[in-house]
């Protein structure tokens, strides 16, 4: 740090307190505003009532600052005396674009005119109390442009991935980094493990309470995320929890319960009949053999008596309070959340269970709701003055879960697969179901127990005004573990699990580990030159243990796998660790034009032996060209960033290893070992570089905002599995920094207040993005990497697209009907690209309107669009021949074609399922009524609320699946819809009491 003392001005030698207010133009206090000495980190927020203190400020005038989101900043110079308390109140105007706003950094807050790439701030706090948000990930989508969440079912419990500006990697994880208070802490998506469920995958993010947080920031690339170090090329989400703030204790006590639906329109499977009863599919008819007279049809998923789709529901409880003493400031907060989802047991097959048992049996509750959320949600935050100098910062959150998930997706025990794909008759003795019925498919049960601690310490030391110093250190544990049970003689059977009964388990502890010291030192080189020099170290330690064990053949009675007949174990230690350090130079002319450069040096444990370290560059420039005008147009300004950063090899990827084999030779039995894993001794990060240009600007007295921004990324060093020869010895493949890709595109945004008066206020916000993204190279004598069976990645195109086959088809005798003959797959041609696995094109419409101060009405459109979907679970239908394509008469001749080519021909092509599937979404309406303050007098209360909120209400889209935003499995590429739970309905109805 000895480098931060060059640029050291004078130590004050006296200092004095400033106190003051401050509210908006009309005399409101505004709560949470953030006063600071300009040119230190010197600072301190306003309580409910906008009073604020400002202590051991320098002796003379000095330049204060009081900014919030949704206000323009205001600074006033006020004269310090010498142990006395100076008054300075501040009024704020409302703005649409708040450059004095605080924004996180990789070295601490800063304005945001100082950066010089877009930082999108969420206020979490308040999409809250707004929409009441079914989870953390729920807050991200539509509210931050180029960040695309991407659901894996609708099923209650599972997750989402997360997609900041388009995926850079084929062979790594695209998510963004996740930091919680400054720490690192889990962000993966677990499937469950050897509790196979099918695909569905549960979401770490979403262990997070949305009513803890008071604040996410997203920062986008590697120009923006270059600091942050190896692990940040994706991105990184910055989330802030809620803190304590001086005044009497604010009570927060909310109740909310809701209504679970599923509007979806589950397709019927269809049976061409003669009228003799014999089976009669069109292209049988087409080729003469028989002549439709009937068309038989079942529908299990829709039926009444037999689908086991219903109405969940979804009730939270919770309370908080925050206050505290110009010393101490606590917040603290506690929720119960519970999610029934919207399977269970129809009622005839509850009756005839109880029938057939003895009296006073009891179902299961797992077999009666097979899909279930519980949590228990805590949180206890602290800030401590310790000295005039030296402050604590203190985040507990802990975190007690239980989800329960059903059978589905791309599994032959799933509900929905057995009704997706079951038969025509529903006289068939099971209903109509297929493969197994909901009562055999429910017994199985499968549930995560997730456990998670999460704590974070910041030690902040300002020996004087212009220089501090920060440690922080934390740590993010979860302890999961998955089981799935099937008791014997019970469940389905399938490979003689309900005769023998099986169990699996697996128990996963992650333990992620931050070390983060630095400083900052600030001061004025001239009267119009300032500077900023930040430098710091970290250490990241990131550990897994994973057991793994099955038990199959299970004596009556037995819950373990200790005493199963046949068992199986295994275990791994995953481990790797990170160290970096980086300096930070910023100098500003005259408080409008920053200009930032920063480098920083990683090592990390999964870099090959011959690779040392990596180092991260970032240059960056602001300017403000207009500051506070007056007419058209407030503020604007011009900003450009590029940057580096990285994402490591797999932990093990560089490491040759062994793995025991067992051998015979004439002794008998021996142990042998062979190679698993060829190593790499000169694998090195994937290095991603980008630029970003673009600007923001307020107009019109800060009813408008604009912001446009343009970016282009580029990765080399890229990993690919690459096929080795035999003669080598070695594995079948080895991943080596072969490839390169790239991805540009534009995000932008516009918002404001078109409405302002004391009956109306109408704020609105449009925002919306692109993105493009290439293959480069794949590799000297690489091929393309095909998987998926339609997608891949080839040089010249994007990233998991699909390619199949094309067909095209003839109605040659005119009857109406395709034959397997009437269409011809274009067989002696490659595969032709079809089109993007991922959405191209992004827009978001929020509008919220205030009414008389008694009423708020919100909604949010969201729209997808550029891209395409496969539709597999149509295309499997037709291959078991009960879809509409192959059997109703008059369906159109494309649509048997599709079916056709998708199912009959000699090379089937999918071509005819991978669908547009573009789509627009009434996301998220609401509506919150604000009772009189006399009314929540009477309870006690300060404030009352009650807000309805509705969630996936509406779907506007041309495909012909169920939902064009299912997918089976939220891979890294993988992009299908088969036989997948869509998306459902939520009501659900919150009261808030404020005390």
Same mark, same amino acid.
């Given at each position: ?6 640029? +050291? ?6 200092? $004095? ?14 709560? /949470?505003?953030?006063?600071?000495? %300009? ?15 400002? !202590?051991? &400020? ?19 110079t006020v004269a310090v005396a010498a142990a006395a308390a100076t008054s300075a109140d @501040? ?23 100082? %950066? ?7 206020? +979490? ?40 500006? $388009? ?5 790594? $994880? ?64 910055? #989330? ?31 049976? =061409? ?44 409880? =919770? ?11 606590? @917040? ?41 959320? *519980? ?149 004025? #080189? ?13 250490? @990241? ?31 791994a230690f995953i481990e790797t660790r990170t160290l970096g350090t980086f300096i930070e ?8 034009? @920053? ?23 970032? &240059? ?12 058209? #147009? ?11 950063? $990285? ?13 025991? %084999?067992?051998?015979?030779? *004439? ?16 694998? *090195? ?44 010895? &070695? ?19 516009? /918002? ?73 797959? /274009? ?16 827009? +978001? ?13 919100? =909604? ?21 021949? #009960?879809?509409?394509?192959? /059997? ?12 056709? !080519?998708?199912? &009959? ?30 009314? !929540? ?33 939220? =891979? ?24």
């Open positions: 740090m000895a480098a931060l003392l060059l640029v +050291a001005p004078p130590l004050a030698a006296q200092t $004095g307190t400033v106190q003051g207010r401050v509210t908006d133009v009309a005399g409101t206090p505004i709560a /949470n505003a953030l006063v600071t000495l %300009v040119g230190t980190n010197m600072a301190v927020r306003t309580d409910a009532d906008g009073r604020y203190e400002l !202590a051991n &400020l320098p002796v003379g005038n000095v330049t204060l600052r009081a900014a919030i989101i949704g206000y323009a900043a205001e600074t006033q @501040f009024q704020l105007r409302p703005a649409a674009i708040s450059l004095d706003a605080l924004v996180v950094t990789a070295t601490g807050e800063q304005r945001a005119v100082e %950066v010089p790439n877009v930082v999108t701030t969420i206020d +979490a706090t308040r999409a809250a109390e707004e929409v009441a948000p079914i989870s953390l990930s729920s807050v991200l989508q539509g509210r931050a442009p180029g960040v695309q969440i991407i659901n894996s079912s609708g099923t209650a419990g599972t997750g989402t991935k997360i997609r900041i500006r $388009g995926s850079s990697s084929m062979s790594l $994880g695209n998510d963004p980094l996740l930091v919680v208070d400054g720490i690192r802490v889990d962000n993966r998506a677990d499937d469950g493990g050897n509790a196979y469920v099918g695909g569905q995958t549960i979401s770490r993010i979403n262990d997070f309470n949305p009513d803890e947080i008071e604040s996410i920031e997203v920062i986008k690339g590697p120009s923006a995320a270059a600091l942050y170090g190896t692990e940040a090329a994706n991105g990184v989400v910055v #989330i802030k929890t809620r803190r304590g703030r001086v005044g009497a204790p604010a009570w927060n006590v909310y109740g909310e319960y809701g209504l679970v639906s599923d509007r979806n329109q589950f397709p019927t499977n269809y049976s =061409g009949l003669d009228s003799g009863g014999d089976w009669c599919p069109l292209f049988l008819q087409g080729y003469g053999d028989c002549t439709q007279s009937t068309l038989e049809s079942a529908n299990p998923l829709e039926s009444k008596t037999t689908t086991p789709i219903g109405t969940g529901n979804r009730q939270s409880f =919770g309370v908080n309070v925050a206050g505290g003493t110009p010393d101490v400031q606590y @917040f603290l907060s506690g929720e119960y959340e519970k999610e029934n989802g919207i399977y269970g047991l129809p009622q005839g097959t509850r009756d005839s269970i109880l029938t057939a048992r003895p009296a006073g049996y009891e179902i299961p509750d797992f077999v009666l709701n097979p899909n279930r959320v *519980k949590r228990v949600s805590l949180r206890a935050n602290l800030n401590a003055q310790l000295s005039k100098t030296l402050t604590l910062q203190t985040s507990t959150g802990y975190v007690d879960g239980d989800i329960r998930l059903p059978q589905n997706d791309n599994n032959v025990v799933g509900m929905l697969p057995s009704g997706l794909l079951g038969s025509s008759d529903s006289t068939n003795g099971a209903g109509g179901w297929g493969f197994y019925t909901p009562e055999e498919v429910f017994w199985i049960e499968v549930k995560q127990n997730i456990q998670r601690f999460t704590q974070a310490v910041t030690a902040t030391w300002t020996p004087t005004y212009w220089l501090d110093f920060h440690a922080t250190g934390g740590m993010d544990y979860s302890g999961m573990s998955n089981v799935s049970f099937q008791a014997i003689g019970t469940g389905p059977d399938f490979s003689n699990d309900k005769v023998d009964g099986n169990r699996y388990s697996d128990k996963l502890s992650t333990w992620q580990y931050t070390v983060d010291i630095g400083g900052t030192a600030r001061s004025r #080189i001239s009267d119009r030159i300032s500077s900023r020099t930040s430098a710091g170290v970290q250490y @990241f330690r990131n550990y897994r243990e994973v057991v793994n064990t099955q038990g199959q053949k299970l004596p009556p009675g037995a819950g373990s796998n200790a005493s199963a007949t046949d068992q199986y174990i295994g275990e130079q910023q100098f500003g002319l005259d408080d409008r034009l @920053f200009v930032t450069g920063a480098i920083r040096g990683d090592d990390n444990s999964a870099f090959g032996k011959d690779f040392d370290y990596t180092v991260y560059p970032k &240059l960056g420039a602001s300017y403000l060209l207009i500051d506070r005008g007056n007419g058209l #147009i407030d503020n604007f300004r011009v900003r450009g960033a590029w940057g580096v950063s $990285g994402v490591q090899p797999g932990t093990n990827d560089a490491v040759l290893f062994y793995t025991g %084999v067992a051998l015979a030779d *004439k002794s008998g039995d021996q142990t042998g070992v062979t190679i698993q894993n060829a190593g790499n001794t000169d694998l *090195k990060p994937e290095r991603s570089s980008e630029f970003e240009v673009g600007f923001e600007s307020g107009l019109f007295g800060g009813r408008l905002g604009l912001d446009l921004t343009f970016y282009y990324r580029k990765t080399k060093d890229a990993l690919v599995n690459r096929e080795l020869a035999p003669s080598l010895g &070695l594995t079948q493949n080895r991943y080596e920094n072969l490839a390169s890709t790239m991805n540009y595109g534009f995000e932008g945004g516009i /918002n404001g207040t078109i409405v302002r008066s004391s009956m109306l206020t109408w704020d609105f916000s449009l925002t919306g993005s692109t993105n493009t993204n290439e293959v480069l190279a794949l590799g000297e004598g690489v091929q393309p990497i095909i998987f998926n069976n339609v997608q891949a990645h080839k040089e010249g195109y994007p990233l998991g697209g699909y390619w199949d086959r094309t067909y095209t088809f003839e109605d040659a005798d005119g009857d109406g009907i395709l034959t397997p003959d009437e269409v011809t797959v /274009n067989v002696a041609d490659s595969t032709e690209f079809l089109g993007y696995s991922r959405p191209r094109y992004e827009l +978001a419409l929020f509008n919220a309107f205030d009414v008389g101060g008694w009423l708020r009405i919100s =909604g949010l459109f969201d729209y997808r669009g550029g891209h395409k979907l496969w539709n597999y679970t149509g295309q499997f239908r037709c291959i078991f021949v #009960i879809c509409e394509e192959l /059997n109703v008469l008059d369906t159109p001749l494309d649509q048997q074609a599709r079916g056709v !080519a998708g199912a &009959l021909t000699t090379t089937n092509s999918a071509a005819g399922y991978i669908e547009p599937a573009w789509f627009i979404k009434l996301r998220e309406l609401s509506f919150t009524f604000f009772a009189p303050q006399r009314w !929540a007098q009477r309870l006690g209360a300060s404030r009352a609320s009650l807000t309805i909120s509705g969630r996936n209400l509406l779907t506007i889209s041309d495909y012909t699946g169920m939902d064009p935003e299912v997918q089976e499995y939220a =891979g890294n590429f993988g992009s299908d819809d088969f036989l997948t739970q869509p998306p459902v309905r939520y009501w659900t109805a919150r009261i808030q009491l404020t005390f």
